[in-house]
């Protein structure tokens, strides 16, 4: 059987057409994605999912329309929300942030926090960029096959981030040249499993101030690292990302 390509549509264009003929309009960056991109033909099938852990089989009908095979309130595949949560929040760097978001995506992260810090090279962020950002994602989830699509929250300083405390949540953040260093994966085998979220932050090219590291004390962030090596932001981004994930699947996907 021939492997269907992916299609993300928002949950609210698709409850459109909860009961009716299941026909829905693209728009111009999905027609041609389908047309041009893939080289579909009228009546070819592909999937579509709604990022939040839905999808359908669908058909290409002309050249600026798909016609659902199953009703919007019968889905081919569900699938809940894993849990934890994984969260990601990164001091933007200078460059490579849109491919850290690319693999983290693809990785398995849920949430992506971007920060801004005293000694981050980058202030603000903007709407262009932000969209950006949008398109990478659901270009990421199509590729990857996830069903549910991460969230991407708005810029913040750390030091607003470290003040956020909702219950059930811990929060890390990855630092060097630590005295006492806590491995990352030490103590990530030492959380218990009645947390709904795990996060990690990683600073700047330049580290976090003394400051910075001091308010992520007192609001009950635990400071971890990889190894001795330094790595760069979007390195150890990713790497972070890939233990965590792993961390997930292995003590709490593969018990339920």
């Known amino acids: 059987m021939a ?43 592909i999937e579509v999912v709604d990022g939040i852990g839905h999808l359908w089989e669908a058909s290409l009908t002309g050249v600026d329309s798909i016609q659902l095979v199953s009703s919007f309130d019968c889905p081919l595949k569900e699938q809940q929300l894993p849990k934890p949560l994984i969260g990601l929040a990164v001091v933007l760097p200078k460059r490579g942030f849109d491919d850290l978001i690319r693999m983290s995506c693809e990785i398995g992260v849920d949430i992506i926090q971007p920060l801004s810090s005293e000694r981050g090279v980058v202030r603000s962020g903007g709407e262009g960029r932000t969209s950006r950002w949008d398109g990478i994602i659901r270009e990421a989830v199509e590729q990857s096959e996830r069903l549910w699509k ?23 953040i990855a630092s060097t040249r630590l005295l006492r260093p806590n491995d990352l994966q030490s103590w990530l085998n030492e959380l218990t499993q009645d947390i709904d979220q795990v996060w990690v932050a990683i600073g700047p090219e330049g580290g976090w101030t003394p400051k910075e590291q001091s308010l992520a004390k007192e609001a009950g962030c635990i400071e971890v690292q990889l190894g001795e090596l330094i790595m760069r932001t979007s390195t150890a981004a990713v790497s972070i990302a890939q233990l965590l994930v792993s961390w997930r699947r292995n003590n709490f996907l593969c018990s339920q």
């Open 3 to 45: 492997e269907l390509r992916r299609l993300l549509i928002e949950p609210i264009r698709l409850n459109t057409k909860k009961g009716l003929n299941r026909v829905l309009t693209l728009k111009r960056e999905e027609i041609h994605y389908l047309n041009r991109v893939l080289r579909l033909r009228n009546g070819d099938a």
């Open 150 to 172: 991460p969230e991407l929250r708005s810029l913040i300083d750390v030091k607003d981030w470290f003040g956020q405390r909702p219950t059930k949540v811990v929060y890390a």
